[in-house]
């Protein structure tokens, strides 16, 4: 006796069923979704300066600085005189030589970098033996 040409698929498909296949092929993975680069362009320092560049104990300096596509400005040391970001500039009262950082960031974590230093003498005029 042979075999019905209806009940060869329908076994198979019952075989295939019970096995948790379907007959067919099964749709290739999707890819992983590509990565996308920051939108945002990477923030600029374009200038950062200390005037005068050198003082005596108790005087005040001026730290200015030109800065481009930032979202938060840091100065290290910190001045206390918080958010940076809509400001062009600090007054401080170094009491030894400092090198001051700026850090200029970006809303997706990119930076720029700039440092000035300012020397500090010990309370003496410059050129001087005498106390200020």
Known sequence: ???SRTLIPLV??????ACGGTGTTPPPPTPPAPITPPTDSAP?????????TNVITG???????D???????????DPGQGDLSAQTGVTVTPT????YTLEAISSSGLNDTAAVTVTVDGGQLPGSTLPY
């Open 1 to 3: 006796m042979k075999p």
């Open 12 to 17: 198979l498909t019952l075989l295939l069923a």
């Open 44 to 52: 600029v320092i374009s200038s950062f300066t200390a005037s005068p």
């Open 59 to 65: 005087d005040f300096v001026t730290l200015s600085w």
């Open 67 to 77: 800065v481009t596509n930032a979202e938060t400005i840091r100065l290290t040391p």
């Open 96 to 99: 030894a030589t400092t090198t």
